[in-house]
């Protein structure tokens, strides 16, 4: 009940590929974000950007729960955010005693200059592939995005996104 089957060559093949490309991908994504001229943002305080990209106006306790961090933890990284201007708590029209955090317009565009210089350097490395391979990466990263979709919706287990 619910225990899946032994996995295949191919499938231990294809997670050993995966890691390596996850391992490259972060190099990548570590050029992209010293490219962009907004000083150093850790990559814990971008997962706070992130989070408060996707859901604008949610409170610490929420925050702390969605990165599964705790409060006290998530409310430092928010200080350090709000002092460089990314990050701001207003106060919430439906209790007194919470804050709504949002991204400033600064965090905003922080987010878009960083996901266009990521964006350019996946591209410049994409661009380098055969055609037929770059259709079949799409087709696989959209089965491999929709499978890990469905075993989140099933409770398999949590997924945390970064971006």
Sequence with gaps: MGLSPEP????????????????????????????????PVSPSQLRVLYTLDREEGINLRMLAEALGSAPPSVSRLCDRLQATGLVERTPSPVSRRELELRLTSHGKAYLVDLRLRREAVLMSTIDA???KARRALLEGLRSFRNAAAAQDDDGARPLRSTG
Aim: overall charge negative; glycine content about 8%.
């Design 129 to 131: 592939m055969p055609v």
């Design 8 to 39: 295949d060559h191919r499938s231990r093949e294809a997670a050993r590929e995966g890691s390596e490309f996850v391992e490259l991908l972060e190099v990548l994504w570590e050029q992209g974000r010293e490219a962009v001229p907004t000083g």
